[in-house]
């Protein structure tokens, strides 16, 4: 895989971890309505959006969930991959809608006996 489709995929599985976040704090907005903030302006005719409807599609972004991540290291991927636009939506969003987080990081349960 090349170093550039690498990096697509790295900000695919971060979106698409963003997205399992703001599902589970029931956030009244999606990595889609945060993507359009962010970029909808700045590109005009441009703009489109509709990758990030195929993010489930793929199986190698949905194992994204099986690696362990936290907020840190999605927003980390984001600002790497020039997406702080993303990120700067993200925390307004949160400001506005006092949303409360801490860092959790979980790695999985324990073997049943």
Not at 1 to 12: D, G, K, N, T
Not at 36 to 56: H, I, M, N, P, V
């Amino acid at each position: 895989m090349s170093e550039s489709a690498r990096e697509h995929l790295s900000v695919a599985k971060a979106f698409y971890q963003l997205e399992f976040y703001l599902r589970m704090v029931h956030a009244p907005f999606t990595v889609k309505d945060l993507y359009e903030r962010a970029y909808r302006k700045r590109r005009k005719d441009q703009y489109d959006d509709r990758w990030l409807s195929c993010l489930d599609e793929n199986p190698e972004v949905q194992s994204a969930l099986d690696e362990p991540f936290t907020a840190h290291t999605i927003i980390e991927t984001l600002m790497r991959t020039g997406h702080r636009p993303v990120v700067r939506a993200l925390l307004k969003e949160i400001r506005r809608h006092h949303i409360i987080y801490t860092e959790a990081y979980m790695v999985g349960m324990p073997d049943a006996p």
